[in-house]
């Protein structure tokens, strides 16, 4: 990429990261190795990390397709959840601040964070199962949210969630006003930074190990499932294919 698409703003013991690659921050996998990188950076420099997306439409709408192909597709996981470790690594702790769209590998990418914020407009979803796809990163994480129906729900039929929703289903922390959104999310960092930061990141880490204590032995099962069984069904390319080319995807069964 010729210019960066992650930025990372200083605010003393908080750090911003603004993913900016509008209209709805689409990650490829040059863009996920730089936010892992920015992330690795941040949570040794700072107590609390907000990631946020750029313009209007939304925080991020996922990776993008092109990168879903079978020649690029292990690439693009790999790059993926390599953002996923440097958020469960860290010891700064994680906040998603979403407005509008949040979806795909966007979505993953806030429920991998330690709270979401969530503005009114904010719509959250799995939509890779239309695609012929799955999500790794939800597959594991989302049972653990929402509770396991739920999350077959939102996998297995795509659907988008709206932010009150999501919210009374587990996915959001807190729910703010879109034109008290800038200020929702930097009341609950003020809640944070208030606190001790050593007692804070020990907690955190302890909370995730305990819910989810497999969880990276977990997210190398489904890589492995994904990159092995799942991508090479017929339907599986389909479904890439038919995105890319806009029509409606022919299933076949196999």
């Known amino acids: 990429m010729s210019e960066k698409a992650v930025h990372l703003r200083d605010e003393g013991r908080v750090g911003w990261i603004q993913l900016d690659r509008p209209p709805l921050n689409i990650l490829n996998v040059a863009m996920m190795q730089e936010l892992a990188e920015t992330i690795g950076a941040a949570a040794g420099q700072f107590d609390v990390m907000v990631i946020a997306g750029a313009g209007p439409k939304g925080f991020c709408a996922g ?13 693009m996981l790999r790059a993926f959840h390599q953002v996923v470790g440097a ?4 010891d700064a702790l994680s906040v998603a601040a979403v407005h509008g769209w949040c979806l795909g590998g966007g979505c993953e990418l806030a429920m991998a964070c330690d709270f979401v ?5 904010a719509v959250f979803g799995q939509p890779e199962i239309k695609l012929g796809a799955l999500p790794p990163v939800a597959m594991v994480l989302l049972p653990l949210l929402v509770g396991p129906r739920t999350a077959w729900d939102m996998i297995l039929t795509g659907r988008n969630v709206p932010a009150g929703e999501a919210r009374e ?27 001790s930061p050593a007692v804070l990141k020990m907690a955190r880490k302890e909370l995730w190990r305990r819910a989810r204590p497999d969880f990276e032995k977990e997210l190398s099962e489904v890589e492995a499932f994904y990159l092995e069984r799942l991508m090479r069904t017929g339907d599986a390319a389909e479904g890439i294919r038919a995105f890319l080319e806009k029509r409606a995807p022919v299933w076949t069964g196999h």
């Not at 958020?87 to 860290?90: D, E, G, S, T, V």
């Not at 914020?117 to 407009?121: G, I, L, N, T």
């Not at 006003?177 to 208030?194: A, I, K, M, Q, Y």
Request: no cysteine.
């Open 63 to 75: 990776a993008d397709v092109g990168d879903h192909l079978p020649g690029q597709v292990g690439e």
């Open 87 to 90: 958020l469960w690594n860290a």
């Open 117 to 121: 914020v969530a503005a009114e407009s």
């Open 169 to 195: 289903l587990g996915l959001v922390t807190r729910l703010v006003p879109e034109e008290g959104f800038d200020p929702g999310v930097r009341s609950l960092v003020e809640e944070l930074t208030e606190l």
